[in-house]
């Protein structure tokens, strides 16, 4: 039982749709500048099938890649065989029939675009997700969740926009993250994605950069929507906590590696990891904070 549940949540990468029905929420909180509960987890529930279903395309179009990667998923992805492409049409129209409901027809139209984007992502001929256009694509992933929220209030501000972009950045940026742990099976496969293309070392050192660099922009977002104490509280904390695992690891991460990889790799997987850990907390983070702008705490 145990096993069926986290392979299926393998399958439709339930976390990061998780991570994507956070930055609904959150954005709904924001944007709309109430707490509108009900149409806040109604967007995040159509984001979170849409995610569903473009990542449960891409992981049947990354069985052969995953045999290596991620074993577990690629054989729970086998024995689904055509069940498994059912579940991703189904979550796929669950998203688009959620968002005609709403008779709002700029919703239904950024739903197709997150689609679309995850069809060539992850489909054959053009598997972008195997290029080095992956984090324009995955950029996508975060500005979509905020365009279906701006469009079904039709609040197109420049505060909406200025959420767009520093959440879409973080996606792209998180996707070259995964790309640390997909880097054998995608140099086995003749990828050119950013990281194959740099060569690992220095891939994860760019990464690394680019991670850092996200710190000013989530802090912008905190001053642009007037967040309270605990968001600078709970990004600073993070901030350490990967500031320290860098130290942890630096001597894998800047030493000379003789030419054996290995340590590197999986310092590379380890940090994936992290990532995904990172993220999923600092958008709940953001939802958080846009609920205690309108329900304040006193202590914050």
Known sequence: MFRNVKGFAQFISAERGFMLFMISMGATFLIAENLAWVQ???LGFIVFCGWSGADAINNICDVALDVKSDPFRAEYTKNLGRLGLFISLFFSALSISLGVITGIPLVTVFILVGIFA???????????????????VNFSVGCVPVLIVAAFFNVFSVNAWALMLPIGITTAVNSLWEDLADYASDFNSRASTMTITLGFERGLHVTIILGYCLIPLMVLVGILFHLNLLYYLILSALVAYMSLRLIQKRSTLFGNSGGNTEPLLKLGEIFAKDFVIIAIIQTTNLMLSGYLKHQPIFLF
């Open 40 to 42: 806040a987890i109604y």
């Open 118 to 136: 995850g069809v060539l992502y992850s489909v054959p001929p053009f598997r972008l997700r195997q290029t080095i256009y992956k984090p324009l």
